[in-house]
């Protein structure tokens, strides 16, 4: 891929980063440009993956928060489809997940029910409140989708998705898709989210075998 093709969702950099590199590789020869890609291949061998690594800029994270586990098996049956269409896929509940990791990640799709009187599911409680928190970091890396499931005969119908997406937008995380909200007969509605989900993110995150990894 010509490095003027590249963004923060298709490589492991942001945009200053990418600004920084292509500016500098302007000014090297060829010659120069073969040296670096040598020296910078030694050092990538030399790396040490740590437990503690972020995700994979092109890694789609699914972030489940399930208080019946409704929202967990719309995940990972999204995860699957995802996983054949050969995109590098994440499934795990948002109780597994530390809230402060968000800023590293690039590609999340949200799947949270609510419950009782708006309240998010027990699981999804500490990622909400961290996001709402007011000293919330800004996440202008982060591009999302969310999916809501709910119960219409409440008044505060998918409240929880509705937060979240819109919390999210104000800390200047990127939308790719309208928040969904379904009700109790959500099998439709998920189907068609988890369709357009298919179609944006093939627009968005490079293709790469890999093996779906569901955390509990």
Known sequence: MALTHLNALTSPLDDRQLHALQTALKELSPTQ?????????????????????????????????????????????????LLGQEL?????????????????????????????????????????????????PRLEQLSY?????????????????????RRLAELGARRILPVQCCDLDYAADSERWSADVLERLAQLAPARPSKLATLA
């Open 145 to 165: 989708a969310v999916l809501g499931l709910g119960n219409s005969s409440y008044e505060h119908f998918c409240r929880t998705a509705v937060e979240f997406d």
């Open 88 to 136: 590098d896929v994440q499934v795990r509940s948002m109780g597994d997940f530390g809230p402060r990791r968000l800023t590293k990640e690039r590609l999340v799709l949200f799947l949270v029910s609510t419950h009782g009187e708006g309240e998010p599911p027990d699981s999804a409680r500490a990622l909400h409140a961290f996001i709402h928190d007011p000293r919330a």
């Open 33 to 81: 440009i073969a040296w670096v890609s040598g020296y910078l291949a030694g050092v990538s061998r030399d790396a040490v993956p740590t437990a503690a690594a972020p995700t994979p800029a092109g890694t789609i994270s699914l972030f489940y928060g399930s208080q019946t586990g409704n929202a967990k098996a719309v995940a990972e049956r999204l995860g699957e489809r």
